[in-house]
Each structure stands twice: as structure tokens, then as C-alpha cells.
């Protein structure tokens, strides 16, 4: 452990850091350029703003002014101040604070679904693996293929249905207690939506397990162990799933930012005020300051898991040790 | 590294519900002996500021919230509100409020004049720039126009307060709807003292909002949920039944509404969706229908060189197509009705009682695929064609969007024997495309802004920044322009339906369906009123009664 927090380290951070920034820079760059080619901007509605009343509106949100200073604006604004600005559609409602207040929400589901998609999902890849071709692992798989296949928008309904309103509604379960189909607020709501994410999850941990403890078992250390007389739980544990489990952390990153971004539909079915039904709208009103303040947050989000990832990897595997 | 995650999970957990102030929700049983209702909003309201926006939902609270001059009564005609009587001139180009004394903001202070004054000299202010500062030129008032354009301050606004409860305002021309305008959110008075005190945190600070109306706001959590609740300081409190209404979650899905309604999470839903009437009607619901306003047709661009400047190809999809198969079979929920024009049935007539649709109905024969097929030959014939040229309908992208877009793919390739092709893009996209004129045919919709068949009427008049078919017709102007200054009610109908005639026989725009909606109430929740103009859906009259409360 000593030697991993090296300057080395330091070094990799400092360079994985400096790139990060760049990154951010361009993608915020990028998402302004391809806002503005989007057809309509955040005035445009269904009746159309008299002319006179456009004018005034364009010059209170500072639309008028040529495009490269609304460009320098921004950044000097997002990067310089830390400030969003605020959202075209609902008045007065800064980007931070949606952020602050909204993110967390879907942060917490997106963990809870990751510790247990990763739990379920690894063990049931280690067990199919080790009973390879039995009934258990074409159960599995099977399961995989249609956890995979089939989106949250088809799942979180069938969800809720199943194990709220059913049992509310025909199984006399006590709705101070059971699971609410909708709503926010209590401990219980995390369940169902989480549940709903995890699933997904938990299809593609078990099939990349399977497949890495797969491969892992045919290679030569492994035999060398057994050849060794190593006892199977030991050759398992040790040499197997520690192995084989590498690759899969490298998926853990992405997968993560997912489960927190990418949880729109389940947050739209299960009533959670969070992140990802902002996100969408924004896209759908054209509203810049959310767009483009959510999509350099969800960026600086991305790369910051990743380089977690990569540090996490590296504590794992020494091999890949940055030197 | 497991230990670790649950540990965070659960410190985070903690976090995020010990900022959740909404934990105790209440059974619908609970409600009922408290008298609550609970529905969800479907979203956050865009602007808790009346002056600023004019958006059904934000209508909704600010309804509750605020009362303005005039206000509608439970049968949905306009009645006096925070006025006691409006007087109008001889020449109905003044009019004079008086307010009621014991009219109070929920704060105890008393409304005053000066609190409407205020209200609207923001409303036309450019630098305030509200979104709907035009609806001061739709009411007339005197002055509004220049001050919108910054050619006069904001100051010389033609409504004045003589005294605290007397409120003058004039009008460059009599308008035959002003008593419903100011019933509108827009016109509702604000408070000066509330809006310097916030300044750009004014109506975003729950604290800053202080209203005139039955309720007041007793908690929001932005993008979560809201609460009013009765307020004992309005001027008829009495007649307020109800103690609270509440959105406890804003979700827009309404399967998941549904959901929630039928596991009795909220007492009021919509179940505007095929699969969810068949839903209700299994679980022997009462679904009740109401008109939401909105006339949807098809928008031809009727520009040189585009397919559909040819007026035979419009009539041929204007007659061709079928209306109550459309309305019946593709969108398939009750509360739709087959529209022939622009003009709703629904709007006033010219006297009480009587509705524009009975005064100067307007329809034709349609699904005439016959009729259809000849004029289609007239203008292959024409043009020496043995086929028409593709084109291509525009719509929007959600999937109720799509299909009634592919219906119509469907339905008018064979009508007119040409290749339909459908592009749906996002809603912003398709009304800029729209815009510059970039579509063959576009599906489109129109809702009204005031209670006056004007608010469709002048849609399609030259002048008008929302007419983007490139239609254009002299006399039709012509007779919008007399309708809006004409006083005789009678008359203006007539005018109305001579215009809406030539419209509908030159079909730029194929009106198709008049857009309506379907609900259901938990047991013994009565009284709630759905509403074209004016709060939708409007508690204001609802109570619970002695009917059965399920789960």
C-alpha cells in the first residue's frame, strides 16, 4: 500500500486531473455549439412571443448579445464562478440548487441499486461459472439476456404493479407500511425504484462474472494451484474470483454513472423528484442553463468515477500499477 | 469496500430524507375526515408569479392562491371576486371596479387598488418582461401597446386607482370578453412591498408568496410537492369547503398516477389514455370527460411551390378524412369530439346561454374517399401527373405524437394515393420548423387564451406571428379586423362565421379533433370543477361528502 501512494501517483493524478479539466471544457464547448444548432431556442413557444415582448425578454436573459460573448459568459460563469445560472422554464430556479437539492435523490438510488446489482450480480456469476451448464446457469443466463433486453420503461410498471398495487389492492397489505407505488419522502421509497435499477445491473455483472471466472479457470496459475493441492474453496476464492473480478471493477465506473444518470424513466414511474426528469426536460425546452449545467455536472461526474476506477484498480491489481 | 458502500448508502439515506419534509402522508380515510384532497400536479409550475407566465399548471395554484377582479363561479360563468361590481361607460371603453372592503391578502392586509395598478403596470413593463404582457393588448388597455414597445413609461398604463377600493380602467376600444380577462391570472393583483422585499427571489421564496385567494401556500419542496390550505382571511371564507389540497409527488406519468389513485395515494387522476379507460372501466370506475379547449389540426404550408398550395389536395384531405373514426378508434378516449373548423363550439354566442356552435354551426360531410380520389385526379389532370410527388407530415415525438401522426400517414396515402412519410422531432424543433415554413404538412394545435371566439378566429390572419401556413386572404382580415371592433354581439357572430367560412373552404388548417380528457375521483369527492378558463381543475367548490372513501 505504501508504495502505491507514491509520487507516482501523484504524478498520474496531477496528469489525469489537468486532462479532466480539458475535458470538461470541451464537452461544455461542444454541448453550447450543438445547443445553439438545435432548432428554436428557450423562448420559442407554442403561441409566439409578440415581437416587441421577444425583444425584451431576449435582452433580460442577455440572448441578444453576439454569440461568442454568451459563450464567454458561461464558462467565466460556470467555470470561474461555479455558477449554473438559472432555468428558462421554471423562474427562479437556480441549476445549483437543483443540483444540490435533486441529485442526491437519484445518487441514492443509483448506490443502493449498484451494492446490490454488484452483489446479486457477482455471486450469481460465480455460482453459474462453477456449475457451468448446469440448470442454474442456463437459468441465469436466460434471465440475463431478458434483464438486458428489456428497458426500465417496460420493468418499473410491471414493478410497481407487482409489489405495490397488487398487494395494496388485492392482498390487504397495510399501506402505512407496505411499499407506495408513488412518492418521496420515506426510507421505504428507495426500495422499488432501486430494486428497479438494479436489475439491470445485476444481468450484466452476472454474465461478465461468469464469463472472466470462466476464462480464469483455464489458465495456467489456476491449474498450477490445483496441481498444488490448493483446497477448492481456497482456489475459488484466492485465485479464481480474484482474478477473475478485475475486469469486472473497470465496469463498475460506468455502470455507476448509469444507475445515477441514467434513471429517468424509473424516477418519472416511481414519483422520485430527482435529477434525470430535469435532465430530459431541459433537452425538451431547450432550456441552456440546465442543459448545458447538468451535462458539464454529469461530464465532471463521469470523469471523476472513472478516475476513481482506474485508482481503485490500481489498488487491486498491482500489476497496472501507474508507475 | 461493501461495508464501506452500505455505510455511505445509509449516511446518505439519512441525508436526503432528513431534507424531506413531506413523510407524513395521510390515508385517503384521513383526508376525508380532515378534508384534504390530494392529486398530483405532474410537474413543478413553471413561475409562481402571476404577471409572469400563463401555463395551466402554475394557473392551477395561483387560482387557489390569488382571486382577481373577476373570477368564474361553479358553473363556469364569470363572477365578482376580489370587485365587488364593475361598472362600464356608455361607450364601454371605461370601466370601474370597486373592491370589496373586507378583501384581504393572507397576511390580513387589505387588497387595495393600487395592488392591480401595480400588477399590471409590471405586467407591460419591458424591463419586467413578462411572457404574457400581449394579453394587456388583447384586453385593450389603454396606453399597453407603447409601453410594451418602450415608446411610453410604464406609468401612463390606462388603469388607475381613484381611491383604495376604486380601480378606473380604459380601453382604446370596447371588448366584448373583458370580464373574463380579468378573471385571468395575469391580471391578478400583486403585492409591491412583497416583490422590493424579495426582489429576484420574489414568488421562487415560499415566504414571498402572499395571495388574495381561499388558500395559501403552506409548503413547497421544489420539484417534490406543494400544500395549500384554507385561508381564513378571504372575504368568503364560508364558502371554502375544503381544508387543504396537496400535490404530495409531481409525477407526470399517469399510469403511475393511476397507481397511486387506485392504492389511494391521490383522490383525483386523468385517465386520458386508451389502456388506462379500459383500466378504470374494469375496476368499474366512474370516468367522468371534460373539453380541454384545444382544437388540434392539420397546418398545410400553402406557399408557391409547396404540394398543398393547391387548394384541391387541402379540400381532399379536409373531406377525405374520418373525423369520428380518428377521434373514436385512434385516440380512443371520451371527452374527444370531431372539430370542422378553427372555431369551438363551445365559445360564447351573443347572447347568455347561447354557444358559438349553436349560433353559427359549420360542418360537412367528411370521410368521402370518393370526393376525395376526384379532386385529387382534378390535380393530376392539371398538372399532366399520373402521380402526387411524397410528402411528408411533421409531429412531434412522444408516442401518443407518433401515432396519430402514422394514422394520418396512413390514412392520407391512401386518400391521395402518394407516398406519406412522417418526421418527428422534439417539440421545440418541430414549432422552429414550423416557423420557417420547412414542412408539407404539420401536426398542430391551438388553445385558447380568453374566453372570445377572437382567440382562434384571428389565428390565421396575415398579421398574426403565429399564422405560419403562408395563407393569406384580404377579405378574411377584412372581417377579423370589423368582429374586433364591432359591439353589436349578433353582429360580431356573424362576422365570426362569415370568416370562419371562407377559412374552412380554403383549408390551409384541417381541424380534426377538439381536444378532451377523462378523470376519475375517489368515492364521495365531489364538486371538483375540470375548466376550459379559470383554474383546472379548480377545487374552489369541492368538498367530500358522506359517499364511501375506498382504501
Known amino acids: ?323 | 469496500m461493501k461495508h464501506v458502500s452500505i455505510k455511505m448508502t445509509l449516511g446518505l439515506a439519512a441525508l436526503v430524507f432528513a431534507s424531506a419534509a413531506h413523510a407524513d402522508q395521510k390515508s385517503r380515510d384521513q383526508r376525508k375526515t380532515g378534508g384534504e384532497v390530494y392529486w398530483s400536479a405532474g410537474d413543478e409550475p413553471p413561475s409562481m408569479d402571476p404577471t409572469k407566465q400563463a401555463d395551466t399548471l402554475s394557473g392551477m395554484w395561483l387560482g387557489h392562491m390569488f382571486e382577481g377582479l373577476m373570477t368564474y363561479d361553479k358553473a363556469g360563468n364569470v363572477t365578482h371576486g376580489t370587485a365587488e361590481s364593475m361598472t362600464a361607460s356608455e361607450d364601454k371603453k371605461t370601466y370601474t371596479f370597486k373592491i370589496r372592503k373586507n378583501a384581504k391578502w393572507h397576511d390580513g392586509k387589505p387588497v387595495v387598488a393600487g395592488d392591480f395598478v401595480y400588477a399590471w403596470q409590471r405586467l407591460v413593463d419591458p424591463a419586467y418582461a413578462s411572457e404574457y404582457s400581449f394579453i394587456a393588448t388583447a384586453a385593450a388597455i389603454v396606453n399597453a401597446d407603447e409601453i410594451i414597445a418602450k415608446k411610453l413609461p410604464k406609468e401612463q398604463l390606462g388603469a388607475k386607482a381613484i381611491d383604495d377600493s376604486t380601480l378606473e380602467v380604459k380601453l382604446k376600444h370596447p371588448v366584448a370578453f373583458f370580464d373574463s380577462l380579468m378573471a385571468f391570472q395575469v391580471f391578478f393583483p400583486v403585492r409591491k412591498d412583497l416583490v422590493d422585499k424579495y426582489a429576484d427571489k420574489f414568488a421562487n421564496d415560499p415566504a414571498s408568496i402572499v395571495g388574495n385567494g381561499p388558500f395559501k401556500l403552506a409548503s413547497w419542496n421544489k420539484e417534490q410537492s406543494m400544500r395549500i390550505e384554507k385561508a381564513d382571511t378571504y372575504w368568503n371564507a364560508a364558502a371554502i369547503k375544503l381544508k387543504a389540497i396537496e400535490s404530495p409527488a409531481m409525477v407526470k406519468d399517469l399510469q403511475a398516477n393511476y397507481n397511486n389513485f387506485q392504492t389511494g395515494g391521490i383522490d383525483l387522476t386523468g385517465v386520458g389514455q386508451p389502456e388506462l379507460i379500459k383500466q378504470a372501466q374494469d375496476a368499474k370506475l366512474k370516468i367522468s370527460t371534460f373539453q380541454t379547449g384545444c382544437i388540434s389540426y392539420m397546418q398545410a404550408n400553402v406557399r408557391d411551390g409547396k404540394l398543398f398550395s393547391d387548394k384541391n389536395l387541402r379540400l381532399a384531405i379536409r373531406n377525405g378524412i374520418d373525423r369520428n373514426e380518428y377521434v373514436n378508434k385512434i385516440i380512443g378516449v371520451p371527452g374527444y369530439k370531431p372539430a370542422y373548423s378553427i372555431i369551438p363550439d363551445y365559445m360564447p354566442g351573443s347572447k347568455p346561454g347561447l354557444s358559438y356552435g349553436k349560433e353559427a354551426p359549420l360542418s360537412f360531410k367528411d370521410a368521402d374517399a370518393a370526393g376525395a380520389k376526384k379532386l385529387v385526379e382534378a390535380y393530376l389532370k392539371e398538372k399532366k401527373l399520373d402521380k402526387l410527388p411524397a410528402f411528408t407530415i411533421l409531429s412531434g415525438d412522444s408516442s401518443r405524437a407518433k401515432k396519430y401522426a402514422e394514422y394520418f400517414q396512413n390514412s392520407l396515402s391512401k386518400l391521395l394515393g402518394a407516398e406519406v412519410k412522417v418526421e418527428s422531432v422534439p417539440f421545440k424543433t418541430r414549432l422552429q420548423k414550423t416557423r420557417d415554413g420547412q414542412f408539407d404538412i404539420v401536426m398542430a394545435g391551438w388553445c385558447p387564451d380568453y374566453r372570445d371566439a377572437m382567440t382562434f378566429a384571428d389565428l390565421f390572419t396575415t398579421k398574426n406571428e403565429n399564422n405560419n401556413s403562408g395563407w393569406s386572404n384580404k377579405e378574411f382580415d377584412a372581417l377579423i379586423e370589423q368582429a374586433g371592433a364591432e359591439t353589436d354581439l349578433a353582429k360580431r357572430i356573424q362576422l365570426f362565421a362569415k370568416a370562419n367560412k371562407i377559412l374552412t373552404d380554403d383549408a390551409p388548417l384541417i381541424a380534426e379533433e377538439a381536444s378532451g380528457g377523462a378523470f376519475v375521483l375517489a368515492g364521495g369527492l365531489e364538486g371538483v370543477q375540470r375548466r376550459i378558463f379559470g383554474v383546472d381543475p379548480d377545487f374552489r367548490y369541492a368538498e367530500w361528502t358522506a359517499g364511501k372513501a375506498s382504501h
Not at chain 1, 34 to 58: C, S
Request: glycine residues 8%; contains cysteine.
Open chain 1, 1 to 323: 500500500m505504501k508504495a502505491f501512494f507514491s509520487s507516482g501517483l501523484v504524478r498520474f493524478l496531477g496528469g489525469r486531473l489537468l486532462l479532466s479539466i480539458v475535458t470538461l471544457l470541451a464537452l461544455a464547448s461542444l454541448t453550447f455549439v450543438f445547443m445553439r444548432a438545435v432548432p428554436g431556442d428557450p423562448l420559442t413557444r407554442t403561441k409566439e412571443i409578440p415581437a416587441a415582448v421577444r425583444q425584451n425578454l431576449e435582452e433580460k436573459y442577455g440572448l441578444t448579445k453576439p454569440m461568442w460573448q454568451q459563450y464567454l459568459i458561461q464558462m467565466d460563469r460556470m467555470f470561474l464562478k461555479g455558477d449554473f445560472g438559472e432555468s428558462f422554464r421554471t423562474v427562479g430556479r437556480s441549476v445549483n440548487a437543483m443540483i444540490e437539492e435533486q441529485f442526491p435523490r437519484s445518487a441514492i438510488l443509483g448506490i443502493v441499486a449498484l451494492v446490490v446489482g454488484t452483489t446479486v450480480g457477482l455471486l450469481l456469476g460465480i455460482f453459474a461459472a462453477l456449475y457451468r451448464n448446469s440448470l442454474i446457469d442456463r437459468t441465469a443466463m436466460v434471465l440475463c439476456v431478458v434483464g438486458i433486453a428489456i428497458p426500465s420503461a417496460v420493468i418499473a410498471p410491471v414493478i410497481q404493479y407487482f409489489f405495490a398495487v397488487f398487494p395494496l389492492t388485492n392482498m390487504g397489505a397495510n399501506p402505512d407500511f407496505w411499499l407506495r407505488p408513488v412518492g418521496w419522502g420515506q426510507t421505504r421509497d428507495i426500495i422499488l425504484p432501486s430494486l428497479t435499477l438494479s436489475l439491470g445491473i445485476i444481468a450484466v455483472m452476472t454474465r461478465y462474472m461468469r464469463s472472466q471466472m470462466v476464462d480464469v479457470s483455464f489458465a495456467e496459475y489456476v491449474r498450477t494451484a490445483k496441481a498444488k493441492g490448493v483446497s477448492t474453496l481456497r482456489l475459488v476464492v484466492r485465485h479464481e474470483i480474484r482474478n477473475a473480478i478485475l475486469p469486472v471493477i473497470s465496469l463498475l465506473g460506468p455502470i455507476f454513472v448509469g444507475a445515477v444518470s441514467g434513471s429517468l424513466v424509473v424516477e418519472g414511474v416511481f414519483g422520485v423528484p430527482g435529477l434525470g426528469v430535469a435532465f430530459i426536460n431541459s433537452i425538451n425546452n431547450n432550456d441552456y442553463n440546465v442543459l448545458m449545467g447538468l451535462t458539464v455536472f454529469y461530464g465532471g461526474f463521469f470523469i471523476l468515477v472513472n478516475l476513481l476506477t482506474d485508482v481503485l484498480y490500481g489498488v487491486i491489481d498491482p500489476r497496472i500499477r501507474v508507475a
